[in-house]
T-cell receptor
Framework: QQQVKQSPQSLIVQKGGISIINCAYENTAFDYFPWYQQFPGKGPALLIAIRPDVSEKKEGRFTISFNKSAKQFSLHIMDSQPGDSATYFCAASSGTASKLTFGTGTRLQVTL | DAGVIQSPRHEVTEMGQEVTLRCKPISGHNSLFWYRQTMMRGLELLIYFNNNVPIDDSGMPEDRFSAKMPNASFSTLKIQPSEPRDSAVYFC???????FGTGLLGGYGYTFGSGTRLTVV
């Protein structure tokens, strides 16, 4: 059972544009929502995370928007750069367990 | 901090052979996870340990897969016998449980290793 649905599967954005990746979850017990960034040949690396007590979190060019009632959250990459080209995974976990459930990933390509 | 260390980086083996993947978590991390990544299925959690004890192995695909964590600094994932459909990248990750709200993330941040690319021919 897929508990975190991620879209789109792939995304092409021009340099300087905004990249938006969306995720939806089903389990209302989830209370921690991180995003991971993975470059080819590397393991995923933690990028930014949010808890449901806030609706938005920003770190540099990366912003998570969270809609608890809709059970959706999204990653926005402002002023996208070619170096942002990677695969992005959303994930979720609940306070009662330390394991993360990952989305299926979005391959982002930022073109010049 | 050397991060999570996995070995080997690449493994090519013949169908039917035993394969052992190794992982050294970050010192002080009390949770360890084994994931498998394929194009078709994405990141799948195979098994995870808390304080060296297996907590959830429901993701282990079948009895051919086994995992151990004999101490806090070492874990293995074994496939015996291996099959071509086991070909994937296997990741180990470790994490700790920080106090809520401390640090930038205040959550169960995983640190992944660089993975083992397994090819079974």
């Amino acid at each position: 059972q897929q508990q975190v649905k991620q879209s789109p599967q792939s995304l092409i954005v021009q340099k300087g544009g905004i990249s938006i990746i969306n995720c939806a979850y089903e389990n209302t017990a989830f209370d921690y929502f991180p995003w991971y960034q993975q470059f080819p040949g590397k393991g995923p690396a933690l990028l930014i995370a949010i808890r449901p007590d806030v609706s938005e979190k920003k770190e540099g060019r990366f912003t998570i928007s969270f809609n608890k009632s809709a059970k959706q959250f999204s990653l926005h990459i402002m002023d996208s750069q070619p170096g942002d080209s990677a695969t992005y995974f959303c994930a979720a976990s609940s306070g009662t367990a330390s394991k993360l459930t990952f989305g299926t990933g979005t391959r982002l390509q930022v073109t010049l | 901090d050397a991060g999570v260390i996995q070995s080997p980086r690449h493994e090519v083996t013949e169908m039917g052979q035993e394969v052992t993947l190794r992982c050294k978590p970050i010192s002080g991390h009390n949770s360890l996870f084994w994931y498998r990544q394929t194009m078709m299925r994405g990141l799948e959690l195979l098994i995870y340990f808390n304080n060296n004890v297996p907590i959830d192995d429901s993701g282990m695909p079948e009895d051919r897969f086994s995992a151990k964590m004999p101490n806090a600094s070492f874990s293995t994932l074994k496939i015996q016998p291996s099959e071509p459909r086991d070909s994937a990248v296997y990741f180990c990750a470790s994490s700790h449980k920080p106090h809520f709200g401390t640090g930038l993330l205040g959550g169960y941040g995983y640190t992944f290793g660089s993975g083992t690319r397994l090819t079974v021919v």
